[in-house]
């Protein structure tokens, strides 16, 4: 139930902005755009004809980024928004060099989104896949991709693994609330949470360096996040080399909220 207020009391107001270098009409979009938590603003590129505006997001537990298109003087669009940008949509056209622009604007000129990966980095606004990786290799010895939720959902789609009713998920499963956006919002971060024997879901806070905690019940998890994403459900299948997985375990031990 505290989950659930809290999160119905955060989505009463707009998000809260913590960068005062930015144009007054785009202040106003993003506060309208994102809900409730709060937003960085990190600079703008330019690719003729638009200008680009990228953000940093915090949303309870969770970390995004925000990518903005600025049209004319005081046209905004939401282009995307996820936890992370490797799972943008690649699509024709410029939409690969902008995503990576966005990227290295704020990760480094280094930073290649796209770059093929075995691994989630765990170099990342918020190494989502990364900290489930920590559980799933030495358990499954699967490893997911991507740190972004819409990438992960698609690792987890083509991965050796049963489809679960969120609902009745069993002690082990991986729900995935994949990110959700309108371009002119409201924009709401995803995120995936393993589900533990006690019928309580788990996950990494980012507030506090991505240690894991217990979130939330089951029950008041998807009360809150289905009611914004399609949340999907997911159970790997063990390998003959697997040791009894009917026992979950976390790489940390939880700490109530």
């Keep these: 139930m505290l989950y659930e207020l809290l999160i119905f009391f955060a989505?009463?107001?707009?998000g809260s902005l913590v960068h005062a270098d930015i144009p007054a009409a785009l202040a106003t979009f993003v506060q309208h755009a994102v809900p409730y938590g709060e937003i960085r603003y990190w600079g703008a590129f330019a690719r003729a004809p638009s200008i680009y505006h990228v953000f940093t997001l915090e949303q309870a537990e969770r970390k995004g980024v925000l990518l903005v298109r600025q049209s004319d003087q005081n046209q905004f669009v939401v282009v995307g928004a996820d936890t992370s940008f490797d799972s943008f949509p690649r699509e024709a056209g410029d939409s690969d060099p902008i995503v990576k622009a966005a990227a290295r604007l704020l990760n480094g000129e280094s930073d290649d989104p796209f770059a093929a990966r075995a691994i989630a980095s765990a170099n990342d606004v918020c190494p989502l896949g990364a900290s489930l990786n920590d559980l799933l290799l030495p358990i499954a010895g699967f490893a997911l991709s991507?740190?972004?939720?819409?990438?992960?959902?698609?690792?987890?789609q083509h991965a050796n693994a049963y489809s679960v009713e969120p609902e009745q998920a069993s002690p082990g499963s991986i729900l995935v609330c994949p990110s959700h956006f309108s371009v002119q919002g409201p924009v709401t971060i995803g995120f995936a949470v393993v589900v533990g024997p006690d019928r309580c879901v788990y996950g990494p806070d980012y507030?506090?360096?991505?240690a894991w905690h217990r979130l939330a019940t089951l029950r008041e998890w998807l009360q809150a996040n289905q009611s914004v994403s399609n949340v999907r459900g997911f159970l790997l299948r063990a390998t003959a080399n697997d040791r009894d997985r009917s026992a979950w375990r976390k790489p940390l031990p939880p700490q109530h909220l």
């Design 207 to 210: 507030r506090q360096g991505g």
């Design 146 to 156: 991507s740190n972004g939720t819409l990438g992960i959902l698609r690792d987890l």
């Design 11 to 14: 989505t009463c107001w707009f």
